[in-house]
């Protein structure tokens, strides 16, 4: 016992923050560190407000990610639904626009409400799934994004759908509101209302629970089930909302669109603090873990480290984490 | 007479060929604990599971105040004012006091929360239930009774009036049961009534008006506690008379198989002992003295720091888990959920792998099969359950099977850490013979347990550890509750009293 105190001593602090805040923290120091010693144009205002605008699309998602996770599952299909939101929109778009060529926000709306509707479906599927059939998150999210990959391939031939109103691209990938790029906006009140929900509402409250210990849950009378097809569904629809504003961005429905979200996805909650085993997670922390993840891809392009080792150290950095995310856990449960 | 709270008419439930609960009437009248008495797998865990709604009856009715009632779930009783503290804890590890006690209805405006409210309330309960317990803490955080302490406080969030306690004091030091009694002194006297689940026979004339006693599912009799003996009790669940359910071991003590020299390990310091072939050596001390941990290190389930541990003459100290149950010794965990048995497999999916440590490279399943079903047969589980997945036996069963399992292959020390826990009388009779038999037949034993009349009356000679330390070596003479309370505290060198719980440093 007494040999330890000196060591404690010197480690207590950075311990307390690890145990609170996880291993992000440390994380996003070392990255600042060495990104700033490899490259002068890193730490530049310019390049973190660039930094902010592209992580947009990976906090939206690791926003839903984070949901189920917390649930106690994951989502490996939320790259499929942007892909199928994308086409899906796009395609009704491209219909419509000659039908109402009067009512440019008509077909605008349409197009997305079409796609929040096939992501809807999605992610009732997979919390039916989850929820009622007892299949494993992971074979029942996998299963649907070859599903949803198949649909969206299938829909477009496997070739983009161009021709999208000029408003949509104009409005939701390039637009401004209040000097805030739309998408940057966009993300700030989905974060917002996620906190919201996560901290403040009831329903949050019933996400942690049932992530935390179902049995438990179902005991203290919650409807666990309802709780899980919530959650799937309602990260399915943020997928979509993030589909929707990258079609905007590229101005067409493309079936691979998101295709590596899905690893990034949990591996920005996960880099957070968001516990694999469920029940631990924080919104203010899932944005700051998708921004790092953004951060390090663009301090790897800035130092010319090539795309494919940039996979390389994507994947050990989730690895790492969730090693991390270990340690921490027992240290919270075991005291 | 004042009418029931609560009542049940020909309450049944069956499973595919089991009668689990057969016509049980009962009743619960306000202001009164009513004991349910029975073994095991009698139907207790059952009739709670359609009381508090976790579970729906396959005939019969439960009547609340009268009324005719179906519960499709929990939250369905929750809403009659029916609550029930079951025996695996309905708190959420990861959340807090305050959090759990509200889980499932918490208190805000619309959808939202108001976590001011929430602590405000949860402290205020606390308080007056007289538990000193943070609202803010994270329940993973609390001991075991802490958290019963959290249940009976969530217990009190909502209109209560029937509270269902299963085995609230399994995990509880004398101190924690009086101050549980006090609260359901004055849930009693505020009119709740209280089903009260427990095997403890003699706490029953402290608290209980009536008990109903069960025995396969069917009620035996319901009378007033004040016209019961323990004596009577017993004989009713048992259907048997098992008053002496300890056996005579026969000592003639063989060779030395175990020694033990100097040993350290983490929360264990130089213990020194050893042991024969045929003799039952007891192991007594509280939770955390270090018991269970001397022998985790003989195992190889804990690290060895310093010592020297030979078994039949070969020197064993550091030796990997796996040589050491080759060379021929065998522990029985205390833990059988998350140590002993693999939950989601059969009875014989869980010996298969102990009768293989013995056979050459191919194996025949019918032999396997023919081989299990003997040892199966040798300690008494029931032909019915074996075709079941462990997890659905009682635990009395599910030791059976772990029991089972000490005799899938040979070995010469057989380890059995907490023998009894959680095991009804019938069942526990049943245990001890087996060690018995296994005794003398010449098998070293060591029975560690927290029970003491345990310890007193199976083990030849016993030694008692307190703070890591053996305190005492008693022989069978000087065997008695007091000789060995009195070493408990021994050695207690008041800086380095704060032992860490006993199986925290093992298991992580």
Known sequence: MTQAHPARGLLALPLRIFVKLGVLPFFLIAAMVIFAVLSPNFLTPQNLMNVARQSVYLVLVSLGQMLVLISGGFDLSVGTVIALSSVVSALVMTALAPVFPDAVWLVIALGALAGFAVALVVGAINGIGVALFDVSPFIMTLGVSSVGTGFALFLTGGVPVSGLPFAFGDTFGFGKVLGLPVPVAIALVAIAAMWLFMARTRAGARVYAVGGNIKAAHLSAINTRGVLILVYGLCALIAALTGLLLTARVESGEANLGGTIAMESIAACVIAGVSLRGGIGRVENVVLGAFFIILVQNGMNLAQISSYMQMVLIGLLLILAVIFDQLRYRLIVKG | ?508
């Open chain 2, 1 to 508: 007479m004042t009418s029931p709270l609560l009542e049940t008419r020909g309450l049944t439930k069956a499973y595919p060929g089991v009668l689990a609960l057969n016509a049980v009437d009962f009743t619960l009248l306000p202001g009164e604990v009513h004991v349910l008495f029975g073994e095991n797998g009698a139907g207790k865990s059952t009739m709670i599971s359609l009381l508090a709604g976790a579970n729906t009856p396959t005939e019969g009715e439960i009547r609340v105040r009268g009324v005719p009632v179906r519960f499709a779930s929990v939250a369905d009783a929750q809403a009659q004012g029916i609550y029930t503290v079951f025996q695996e804890f309905s708190l959420i590890p990861t959340m807090t006091v305050a959090q759990n006690m509200f889980l499932g209805h918490e208190p805000g405006p619309g959808p939202f929360l108001a976590p001011g409210e929430m602590r405000r309330r949860a402290a205020a309960t606390l308080a007056e239930l007289g538990f000193a317990i943070d609202p803010g803490a994270t329940v993973a955080r609390l001991s075991r009774a802490q958290q019963q302490m959290v249940e009976i406080a969530k217990a009190m969030q909502g209109a209560l009036s029937v509270l269902i306690l299963d085995e609230p004091t399994a995990s509880l030091t004398d101190r924690e049961v009086d101050q549980l009694f006090d609260v359901v002194k004055r849930l009693k006297a505020e009119g709740v009534g209280i089903v009260y689940i427990s095997h403890r026979v003699h706490e029953f004339e402290r608290i209980a008006e009536r008990v109903t006693v069960l025995r396969d599912g069917a009620k035996i009799g319901t009378a007033p506690m004040a016209e019961m003996s323990e004596e009577a009790l017993v004989d009713m669940m048992a259907g048997r008379e098992i008053r002496d359910i300890y056996p005579e071991i026969a000592r003639t003590p063989g060779a030395v198989v175990l020694e033990v020299e100097g040993l350290a390990a983490p929360g264990v310091f130089d213990a020194s002992f050893t042991l024969r072939r045929g003799e039952v050596l007891g192991v007594a001390g509280l939770v955390g003295s270090g018991k269970s941990r001397l022998f985790r290190a003989v195992m190889g389930l804990a690290p060895t720091l310093a010592g020297k541990v030979r078994f039949k003459g070969q020197d064993i100290t550091r030796a990997p888990t796996r040589r050491v149950v080759k060379a021929g010794a065998w522990y029985l965990s205390p833990d059988r959920k998350h140590e002993g048995l693999i939950l989601a497999e059969t009875p014989f999916g869980n010996l298969r792998m102990d009768l293989m440590l013995d056979g050459g490279p191919v194996l025949s399943l019918a032999a396997l099969r023919r081989r299990a079903a003997q040892i199966f047969g040798h300690v008494e589980l029931p032909e019915a359950y074996r075709p079941r997945t462990v997890a659905k036996l009682s635990g009395g069963n599910q030791q059976k099977v772990l029991f089972g399992k000490a005799f899938g292959h040979d070995a010469d020390l057989y380890i059995f850490d907490e023998p009894t826990v959680g095991v009804d009388m019938g069942t526990r009779a049943a245990l001890y013979r087996l060690i018995a038999e296994l005794a003398e037949a010449g098998k070293a034993v060591v029975v560690i347990s927290s029970d003491l009349p345990e310890v007193m009356n199976l083990a030849h000679r016993a030694l008692v550890l307190a703070n890591g330390r053996i305190t005492a070596r008693l022989e069978r003479e000087e065997l008695s509750e007091d000789a060995i309370l009195r070493h408990f505290f021994d050695g207690a060198d008041p800086g380095a009293a704060t032992v860490a719980p006993e199986l925290q440093g093992d298991l992580a």
